[in-house]
Structure formats: C-alpha cells, structure tokens
C-alpha cells in the first residue's frame, strides 16, 4: 500500500479511500478476507483506469475542455448573423464573418456541437428489463407538485383495454421535464384514487381537485422513447383559437395563433394534432394545434357544405382570364360597354387553371438573410386601378441608379423616337410566340393584334447586376415569380373601403385606369369593381403576401413602401425553406 501511496499518478481519492479503509480495519466488524478484497479492488489497475475516464466524462473541473460552455451555439449564430447584417456591406470583417456563418458545414458543425451538449445522442438503446416474476406488474409511482403551469399530458382510453393511458407529452411540459411520464404509460391511481372504469373527464375532476403534490401509479409503456423536437418552422395561413374548437383533445393544451405567425413544430407524431410554439415565445412547453392533414380536411368540408347549402355569396367565383398591369378587368355584364383591353394569354398547357385556389394552411419556412450585391425583386401586386403604378414610378424615382424594372417586349414596330432597349425590346410576334412556348415570359397579352411580355431573363439580369428589380405583374404571374432562383418580397397593394376609396380618388382628380384615354375620374361602378377584384385576388393569393400596405392615402402607403424596401435590404426574413436549401 505504501508504494500505490507514493505514485503520484495514483488518483488521490483512491488513495483516501485505501487510507480510511486501514483506519476502520479494527473497528468494522469484517473478516480479512472482505478486507483483502476491498484492498486489492482499490488498487486495481482496472478501476483506476475506470475512475480516470469518468473524470474525463464527468469534468470535475481540471479539463475545462471537455465541458460545452454553452448548448445552443446555432441560436447564438444566428444571432450574430442578425447583428452584423445591416454592417455587412460597409464592413470587410463584418462581410467575411456573414458569409462564414452561413456556410453549411460551419452550421452543421454548430449543430452537431449543440446535440454533444445537450446530450442529444442516437440510437437510444433500449434500458435494462427488469428481472420479475411472469406474473408481476411493475409499477412506477411518480410525484408531481401542483402549480399554475398545466401538467403537460393528455389522458385517453385505450380502445383495446379500456384503460386510462397517457396519450401524449407536450413538450417543454412539467410531465417531459419530469422524464418520469411516458406516452403509453397505463393510469392506476391518481392521489390514491383508483381509476380503473372511470373515463378521462373523471380523472380530470381528480386532477382538478387535487392540492398541493399529486401521486400518480402507473404501469410503465413498454416504449419508453424520448420526446425529439424537430427544428420545423412554418408560416401558418389561418386564424386559430383552440377554446372555439369542439375537436381538440384538451383545450388548456391548445395554441392559439394568427395568419402569418411562424410555429415552431416541434412534434408531428400525431397525425391530426401537432405540438408547436409561436417562434420566440419564451413559455417552453408546446401547445396543440391541427396538422396539415386535418386542418386540410376542416377547409374542404367547410367549402363542400357551403355549396350544399347554396351559399354562394361566401364561395369566390374563379376568373380564368386575365389582363395586363393597369389595364381593366375581363368584361362582365356589369361592366360590358367598357372599351377594349390588353387581355392575357397564359398558356394553359402549362397549368390547367391559373386560377385555381390553393388549400393553404402551413408552409415551412426558415430565414433568409440579405447578401451584398444580390438584392430580392419587389412584387407589388394589387386589383387593376388600386395605384400600384404610381407607388412603383415614385419608388423608382428615390434613386434610379438602385431601383430598376425590366424593359417589356413586344412585337410591335418601333413608334417615332423609341428605341430598342430603352423604351421596349422589338422582336417579331414569331419570335415571341416561341419564346411563349418555351414559358419565357412571366405574363404575357396582345393588344390590338400585338404581343406585349415581361421576360424571366429580363428580371435575372437586373437581379444578377445588383439592381433592385420592380415589378407590378398580373397577380397570375406569382406562380411563375415566386421561385427559388428569384425569391421575391411580395408586397400586396390593398384598396381601402368603398367610402375612402371614393373620396380620396375624388379629391386626389385620380384618372380611370379603366379608360383607355385616361381622360375621365373613376365612377362608382370601376370602384365597386376594384373591391371585387381584391376580393378575388386575397382568396386566390393572400398565402403568398409577404406585406400588405393599404393605399387609402398614397403619401402614407408610399412611407411604407420605402420601410418595406429598407428593411427587405438590411433584416433576415421568413421565407420558404426550399429556397435556403
């Protein structure tokens, strides 16, 4: 024992213990036999090897290396990233350090660093069987205390067995951060209450009535995985209000939100009710709310009795036949005396209806942050008379040398004093026929027996050279903008109501974009139409608004504009996640 002593590399708290054991030899009632083996394990070669590994593990504080300082490096990134973007264009180191963050094997190593720290490993393996007799049950009890927070569980019956069983863990809850309830977990008791026979409403009362430290007894599931949480965001594109639907399996579990709210899912083990938070939201645990599937099935089963029932007024009538920006809408029996217009010809060949409305209601998202010197177009789009126009020619005007739209086509001859590249592209209506067909154009029309587009080329090349692309397209054209190649910030132009539409027209001498000459004011009938076409557009579109400004005052919408373009330059935006990938 005196030479194990004197080896410095001996770990010291072997040491002690070897020392205490020949201080207790003669009082502790043992054989030297037990004190020979004790002796012997303690100078074992093998557990010093052991008890040095499990310093290294454990870090008890000389190998400051081994020990993350932090568990959510990514988060922290990202951060910075939103820090240093609006520098990153003035600053070379802010630059480098931008483009550093965002590289994928820099992000990936975060993330893997980030699951080492939060001990986040995989596979699971599964924990050691318990030796008990065939016909013994085990039983788990487990004790909570009781407070404000909900307990983060729901309870079912099994269908099988007609026993009270856990049905799910929210995430973030008081029960997953016990790590002591499981998903399958069978009920037996609940404050020394037995619940066999009794439905989940009865052990809710149970619950409900209970103070202070609640003891449940259960029988374990035989799963016993723990909860993952994805890294899903999604845009969610309705309202929802848990306490008003007659569905949800516990409405204090329930996550209310709005249209354009980004959720973080973090479950979708559930095939009808996913666990999720509102991004940023400092409260942990997850709430409920309906998966894609079943809020799909909620919307078809919403529009089908509404036809049953005749309800038309609440249907939107789908217009397949379009027309170019700033020019009128199809004619109608309302509207049949008006004179002729620029009408679009989409090529249906390509798409069946452009107008075909979308049951939108989650779209996954992540966020996109601004480069240096490759600027998102901005989309305006708007019913026809609604002012787009104007707001774009304004925008333009703050500085031209940033802001660029791209030159139309057209199969038209040149007019005195225009020229080619400037005022238009002059090309003949075969070539353009064919570069229709190869789906060149992002909107495309004819007017008095000429074609006129807008390429997809023409808008790439702005992009590419740094330039700040405006565009106030048809709103058919969206399918054919809204691309990963582009990414586009799309800025909706809404109209206000019938009233102060009117009035500020009116005092503001606006000429009907409805009037081939411009030569006349609005009249009601143009404005009423202006409103339907909205209508039309926000049912068709509105999942894909980025922004919505209201021009009922075109000084004010215009300000907002300006906010909008500024901060699509310099802030880290939601947008699909296929288009960061």
Known sequence: MTAVMANGNWDPALSRLLVSLEEARQVLPSSEEEFGFLSGLLQSKELHALVKVHNKIINNGKD???????SNSMQIALDVLDVIAPKATSNEDCKNLFILLQKPHIQGLLCAHDAVAQKDYFPRLPEIPLEVDEDEET?????????SEPLGATIKTDEQTGKIVIARIMHGGAADRSGLIHVGDEVCEVNGINVEG????DVLKILQASEGTITFKLVPADSKSGLRESKVRVRAHFDYTSSTDPYIPCKEAGLDFKKGDILHIVSQDDAYWWQARREGDRNMRAGLIPSRALQERRIIHERTQKEKSGDESKIMSLCSVSVLP??????????????????????????????REEIATYEEVAKLYPRPGLQRPLVLIGPPGVGRN???RRLIATDPDKYKTPIPYTSRPPKHGEVNGKDYFFVTREKMEEDIEASKFIEFGEYKGNLYGTSAESVKSLVNAGYVCILNPHYQALKML??????????????PTFDILKETRNAAYARSTFDETNSRGFT????????????????LYSHLFDEVIVNADLSVAF??????????????????ASWVQ
């Open 482 to 495: 809204r691309t990963p190649q582009l990414k586009p910030y799309i800025i909706y132009i809404k109209p």
């Open 326 to 355: 700033g020019c009128q809408s199809p004619k109608s029996p309302r509207c049949a005396s008006k004179p002729k217009t620029k009408k679009i010809m989409y090529d249906t060949a390509e798409n069946d209806d452009f107008d």
């Open 198 to 201: 009794k439905t989940p409403n």
């Open 559 to 576: 300000e907002q504009l300006v906010r909008v373009a500024s901060k699509v330059e310099t802030e880290p935006l939601w947008v699909p």
């Open 139 to 147: 039983i788990k009890i487990v004790q909570l205390v009781k407070s």
């Open 64 to 70: 400051e290396k081994f020990h993350p300082t932090v």
């Open 524 to 539: 009601d009938e143009e404005f009423h139409e202006i409103l339907h076409s909205s209508e039309r557009i926000e049912f």
């Open 390 to 392: 104007e707001l774009k």
